[in-house]
């Protein structure tokens, strides 16, 4: 069992910061990758940046330079730091947690089994 929970998001106007947290948290499963997605009404979830557990980070193009993304080596607490935010920053933004499992669903997988958990998600909204 994996729990997953997101926080900060808010309303501002354009221009402004906002920062997001996350903590995934199990007694069992060591959290891999974690990452924020973000999904606004008819469009799929997209990926916003994610962070390994070794720091290592990946952003999307549109946030580059304004988005940082941190964790603490080995530590499952992650933030987003959100500057000059955008109208078109608008959306719900969620966690992602990743795990590796070697049972799902009563079924072995000796290769291991790559599940991810979601988050509840939190509303930023971006005003002109």
């Known amino acids: 069992q994996v729990q997953v929970v997101e926080s900060g998001g808010g309303l501002v106007q354009t221009g402004e910061s906002l920062r997001l947290s996350c903590t995934a948290s199990?007694?069992?499963?060591?959290?891999?990758?974690m990452g924020w997605y973000r999904q606004t009404p008819g469009n799929q979830r997209e990926l916003v940046a994610s962070?390994?557990?070794?720091?290592?980070?990946n952003y999307a193009d549109y946030v580059k330079g304004r988005f940082t993304i941190s964790r603490a080596i080995n530590s499952d607490t992650m933030s987003l730091q959100m500057n000059s935010l955008k109208p078109e920053d608008t959306a719900v933004y969620y966690c992602?947690?990743?795990?590796?499992?070697?049972?799902?669903?009563?079924?072995?997988?000796?290769?291991?089994?790559?599940?991810?958990?979601w988050g509840q998600g939190t509303q930023v909204t971006v005003s002109s």
């Open positions: 962070i390994g557990r070794d720091g290592s980070s």
């Open positions: 992602n947690a990743g795990v590796t499992l070697s049972w799902y669903s009563g079924r072995y997988y000796p290769e291991g089994y790559e599940h991810y958990y």
């Open positions: 199990s007694s069992i499963h060591t959290i891999r990758a």
